[in-house]
């Protein structure tokens, strides 16, 4: 694949959809990209665990974690289950945790912020489904690019 740069993106693809400015860059990977497999869960990440345990295959789980700035959904273990499983990366709609070792894991992770307190494990939320992430909705399927300026979601895989 080709360098992911999200501005070239949108000028050559316009009608890319551009999510929100809402998230930073904790990843070693700094620009990924793959067809968007979804998580959709509130301070519960069973799911995460559930998909990051699966093959990626070079795929990118977009987490609808209800925005929640009130614990980590995704940390330091299950970043590296997920680069050791072949996920391009990880864009959380909530929290992070164990960002210094998240910064030096080769997979592309973007989240709303950091936060010490890890989540709830009760085993609930939904995978495979459209979810909203900072008004975009995002379908399993679709193509996510991210990069330090943003992230975009096409509708296919777009010629780089």
């Keep these: 694949m080709n360098t992911i740069v ?5 000028d050559a693809y316009p009608e890319v959809s551009v999510i929100a400015p809402l998230f930073t860059n904790f990843g070693g990977v700094r620009a990924f990209a793959g067809p968007v497999r979804t998580v959709t869960c509130f301070e519960d990440n069973s799911m995460v665990k559930q998909a990051v345990g699966e093959p990626g295959d070079g795929a990118v789980l977009v987490v609808d974690g209800g925005g929640s700035q009130r614990c980590a959904m995704l940390g330091d273990m299950l970043a590296q289950k997920a680069a050791d499983n072949g996920w391009a990366g990880i864009v959380m709609y909530g929290c992070v945790r164990d960002v210094d070792i998240l910064a030096r894991t080769q997979l592309g992770v973007q989240a709303l912020g950091s936060h ?20 975009v909705s995002v379908r399993p399927g679709q193509w996510l690019y991210a990069d330090n300026n943003g992230i975009v979601i096409a509708e296919q895989a777009l010629e780089l």
Excluded: M, Q
């Design 6 to 10: 999200t501005p070239d993106i949108c």
């Design 116 to 135: 010490p307190r890890r989540s709830n494990k009760r085993g609930e939320g939904t995978r495979d489904i459209t979810v909203d992430i900072a008004g």
